[in-house]
């Protein structure tokens, strides 16, 4: 049993963790001198990457060398029968970061005994630092942030992404964006999928979808959400599977009418040049 004071200390070293390596990525911010796809068109690494996951495996490493980890540049290191499994993405957002759009971020997120317990999130850009532990709140630079209080989908701001196998599978999320951009105020696409759960839990978004995840892009981001006040589902709303790569995160008023939508989608092939006439996007 993990009591507070224990979620305390490991919330700490998150933030120590994403803090430094937040600070590597501004080091080589705009000093690329080369960018790398690893494997699939579009999925990129470069030295930042590489550089910030070693920075943040040094400070647990330094802390909890016991612990199992999860890294997406190095996959799976540590003690893989340990209880606590922390989920590292040393910058969520790399294409976004290789052409200089400031949109990207450190996610350092734990989970003890399969449940995302404790989650740092730390956008260089512009200085924000998003810290939660389960049962302890949930923080924007220090101070308390919650979801927002929409309650009407046809209100709400949305932001999702898109995978990137989505050149060569039809499961690829384009009806989705298109139907929630006609259904609501609008759908926005960051490149950050650590960001866009931040910005639901602070209140910035009303709601988040999105399929094709791993386990580091959404651990620190789903405590985040639940800290505070909002809900995460699968998108039937049963409970998330991590590993099942989809997320739907929302406020909590509008989640059902968002999940039955999500379920509702038309191909595109169905749709008429009418739909969501007027609608600004």
Not at 195 to 205: K, M, W
Not at 211 to 217: C, K
């Amino acid at each position: 049993m993990i009591d507070s004071s224990q979620l305390q200390i490991f919330l700490d070293i998150a933030t120590e963790a994403v803090l430094a390596a937040g600070a590597v990525l501004q080091d080589y911010w705009g000093n690329l001198d080369s960018i790398e796809e690893k494997g699939r068109p579009g999925d990129l690494v470069t030295a930042a990457d590489k550089a910030a996951e070693v920075t943040i495996l040094q400070v647990l490493q330094q802390h909890v060398p016991d612990h199992n980890i999860l890294t997406e540049e190095s996959g799976q290191l540590g003690n893989q029968d340990s209880p606590f499994l922390w989920a590292i993405d040393p910058l969520d957002g790399t294409t976004n970061y290789a052409h200089q759009y400031p949109v990207s971020a450190v996610s350092v997120g734990l989970i003890i005994d399969g449940v995302p317990q404790v989650g740092a999130i730390f956008d260089p850009s512009r200085q924000e630092l998003f810290r939660a532990a389960k049962g302890l709140g949930a923080t924007r630079n220090r101070r308390p942030m919650r979801v927002s209080k929409t309650a009407d989908l046809g209100k709400s701001l949305l932001v999702t992404g898109f995978a990137y196998d989505r050149r060569q599978t039809t499961d690829n999320n384009y009806a989705e964006f298109c139907y929630l951009t006609h259904l609501t105020q609008g759908v926005r696409r960051s490149g950050s999928a650590a960001l866009d759960l931040a910005y639901v839990a602070c209140g910035r978004f009303d709601g988040y979808w999105e399929r094709g995840l791993s386990p580091w892009d959404i651990t620190a981001g789903i405590v985040m959400v639940e800290e505070a006040g909002g809900y995460v589902t699968a998108y039937d709303r049963r409970p998330i599977d991590i590993s099942s790569g989809r997320i739907l995160a929302t406020n909590g008023p509008i989640h059902a009418s968002l999940s039955q939508a999500l379920q509702s989608v038309p191909p595109l092939s169905d749709w008429g040049a009418d739909m969501g006439r007027g609608t600004r996007v």
